[in-house]
């Protein structure tokens, strides 16, 4: 892909799942890609398998910290020599179930990284991108970011609704920056994310009973969206796009698909584990106030 090849591309939480599927598709484009991921360990292990497929660097970074964040730009322009494209990819949902149910401390440690890392990694990357008048900003969206009830994760989707708000309040802003924004929603995809989940309350539990068979006519491979991504970036030219991947006909398609597998005795569900937890309970209820 020749408007890929040899650009520099920052995909921040890239050491697993989605992340680091946009990393490996982005390298086998022909790009030079900076990974990262919150633990030495994790980066090490991502650049062993990475580093066959290109030139790659890793770096630690947990996004909700404002000084990694900067630190991380100047040591990825020390390194390459300059930035074409940045993704802020790093999130995750902590949790499945009601709303009600949920630990008010999951919510706040979702917006920390899924919104305030996106913001801080934003404010970032364009103090080096305006003055240039170019480059490339990607935020990956999720269920939610279309206004649509995304429950059993209502509030990771509230996360990814704020990410729809922000990026597409950026692009308004920058209007006529030089600064490109892409705003790529990726759909449901067979990650850690979504195999091996939590799940919070009985209810919980109960919306997810049929999860499985959800799993394998909704879900896609990483690698599916990942190359969805990279063609796009190769071949968008406005200034400000979205990309839904996740269209009206595609649970359709996935019930045929699905019916085709059966009927032919191929195809299976991907395999995953959930994890059940209480229903969350105030302190206060618990009787640990005076």
């Not at 398998?49 to 730009?73: I, T």
């Not at 899924?114 to 913001?119: A, I, Q, T, Y």
């Not at 240039?132 to 969206?141: A, M, S």
Request: proline share 4%; net charge positive; hydrophobic share 40%.
């Amino acid at each position: 892909m020749p408007a890929i090849k040899d650009k520099v591309v920052v995909v921040t939480g890239s050491t697993r799942g989605y992340g680091y599927a946009i990393a490996e598709s982005l390298l086998e484009a022909g790009a030079a890609v900076a990974v990262t991921g919150r633990t030495r360990q994790a980066v090490d292990r991502a650049l062993a398998s990475l580093q066959p497929k290109g030139r790659v660097s890793g770096f630690v970074l947990d996004v909700r910290n404002e000084d990694q964040v900067y630190k991380l730009v100047e040591d990825v322009l020390r390194e390459f020599g300059r930035i074409d494209i940045w993704v802020n990819n790093a999130g995750y949902s902590n949790a499945a179930g009601m709303m009600l149910d949920m630990n008010p401390q999951d919510a706040l440690d979702m917006f920390m990284a899924n919104d305030l890392g996106v913001l801080q990694c934003t404010q970032a990357i364009m103090r080096y991108m305006l003055p240039r008048k170019q480059g490339v900003l990607v935020n990956i969206y999720g269920n939610g970011s279309f206004l649509r009830p995304a429950s059993p994760t209502g509030l990771y989707g509230a996360t990814k609704a704020w990410m729809t708000s922000f990026t597409r309040s950026l692009a308004k802003e920058l209007k006529g920056s030089g600064v490109q924004i892409l705003g790529f929603s990726p759909g449901m995809l067979t990650t850690d994310m979504l195999t091996n989940p939590n799940v919070v309350g009985e209810r919980g539990r109960e919306m997810l009973t049929n999860f499985g068979f959800v799993l394998r006519f909704l879900g896609k491979p990483a690698k599916y969206a990942s190359d969805k991504l990279v063609k796009t970036l190769a071949s968008n030219r406005r200034e400000f796009t979205e990309v839904k991947l996740f269209k009206p006909w595609t649970p359709l398609l996935g019930l045929l698909r699905v019916g085709w597998e059966n009927l032919t005795k191929t195809g299976k569900t991907p395999e995953f584990e959930l994890h059940y937890q209480e229903a969350y309970q105030p302190k206060y209820l618990q009787g640990n106030h005076e």
